[in-house]
Structures are given as C-alpha cells and as structure tokens.
C-alpha cells in the first residue's frame, strides 16, 4: 500500500491506495514545531483506529509547502515505516510540462494538482484549490501548466477581518439564507460567503478569456464543495484531487525506476 502525505500551510492531508483505490484518508493539523516522533505517533494512532497495520504500508510519497517539515517527516517515515519516501521536488518525474518563466516557482502543491487534474479531466483545465491561498491553475488544450492566479484563503482572510475588527464576532462560514442581512453574524456570512463565490467566478471568468478553448473547472480543498454550491463556474468538486496527483506521480517514479533497473 501507499502512503501519500501533502503537507500544506494550514493541513496535512493523509491517503492510504491500495493500487488505485483511496482506501482511507485522514486531515490533520500543520504544526512547524512538532517532531518526527509527535508525527509518528499520530499517524500510526490513525492506523490503529481504523485497524491498518503500519506494516501494510510499502512505499511513500510527500509533497510540501512547508520547507521546515520536510525533514521532519522524512524522518518519521524512515523511522516508524522503515521506509525512505518519494519527496516531490527537483529530479522527480511528474510528466508535466511548465510553460512559466521559472517553473521553480511552482508550489509542489500545484505540480501534484495540476498532474492530477490532467489524468483525470484532460486540458484545457482550470484548478481551483480553496487552501490557506486560494489558487488558480491554468491548464492548456496541450495539457501544458500555463499559469494561473494567487488569492488569499478565506481562512486568513476572515481572521485578518476578526483580528481588526475589535467588534466583529468569529462566525461559521457558511451559506447565508439571504444576502441582505438583518443581524451583524448574518451580515458577515453573506459578505465572506458572497464575496468568495464572486471572486472565484470573477478570477475564473477572466481566465477563460484567455483560454482558445473554455476549459473544464474543477475546485479542491476544504471550502470547495461550500463555494461551488452558489459558484456559476465550478463545474466539480474533487476532495482528493491532490492526492491522486501523489498516487500518480509514485506510479511514474516507480515506472522509470523500474525501466533503469531492468525490473
């Protein structure tokens, strides 16, 4: 079995493939200051609950946004999975071809969602990924990463708003009843909820302008399936869109490692 781990700014999100089947996943917590140790325990507690051995677990693969964590997992894999793990990175075969002018500058988070998306839906594509930033990628009719755009998240968006704002409550973000609102919780939900679907399908539509071809639109992350309820562009939602990216960049690693190794 694999295991796939995407570390992001605020997540760390956790997937276990039987060959191509996502058999369970878990979303835990980013925190910069836990040890190698602190993750082992917690992945391996995971496993118990759902009564997967750690033995079960044959290869790994990792992909970060967080430069300090990286070693700290790698650590937890070698020492509590005796593995070492597939970090997406430089020298790794993905399959994707980046028309930027440095494709260093991709986030490893949007290499894996962009191979993801074009195993899945083929090009031209558009990929929305509600994470602490919210992230468009633009996918071409020649499945070729083009770009895209860069927005704050709603979760640091809404707490920079709570943060300056001495009398505004914390609220839920969800769907309001009615835009016009007749209490102060309601007012703040429709204006983060509102103003989030009009800037995903305002980005969006821009973009499409400068698509040959109108691209398929697909989000991710943990708000999208709240914001393309209302969203007039989202035309799918995929939770696990990243960690198919993962499963499919092992696949093409172990491929070539198999093809140099006569296996």
């Known amino acids: 079995m694999l295991l796939a781990i995407d570390i992001g700014n605020t997540n760390i999100m956790l997937g276990v493939y039987n060959g191509e089947i996502l058999e369970m996943w878990w979303r835990i917590s980013t925190s910069r200051n836990q040890t190698e140790d602190e993750y082992g325990v917690i992945i391996r507690n995971l496993f118990q609950q759902t009564g997967l051995q750690a033995e079960c677990i044959t290869s790994m693969i990792i992909s970060s946004v967080v430069p300090p964590l990286r070693f700290p997992l790698e650590k937890m894999a070698e ?14 075969k993905t399959g994707l071809n980046i028309v930027m002018d440095n494709p260093r500058e991709v986030g490893a988070d949007r290499v894996v969602n962009a191979v993801g998306g074009i195993e899945l839906y083929g090009g031209p594509l558009i990929i929305v990924d509600f994470g602490t930033a919210t992230t468009f990628c633009a996918i071409s009719e020649k499945e070729e990463y083009i770009g895209g755009s860069i927005a704050p998240g709603i979760g640091i968006s809404t707490e920079a708003l709570f943060q300056k704002a001495a009398k505004l409550p914390r609220v839920e973000i969800v769907k309001p009843r009615r835009v016009i609102a007749k209490d102060t919780i309601s007012s703040i939900q429709s204006g983060i909820y509102y103003g989030f679907v009009g800037q995903v399908d305002g980005i969006v539509k821009h973009m499409f302008k400068e698509f040959k071809q109108k691209p398929f639109v697909v989000a991710t992350g943990g708000l999208a399936g709240l914001i393309a309820k209302e969203s007039e562009t989202i035309q799918e939602v995929n939770y696990f869109l990243t960690l198919e990216g993962l499963r499919i960049i092992f696949n093409k690693n172990e491929a070539k490692e198999k093809s140099v190794t006569g296996g």
């Open 79 to 92: 020492k509590y999975f005796h593995l070492a793990p597939l970090i997406v990175g430089p020298g790794v």
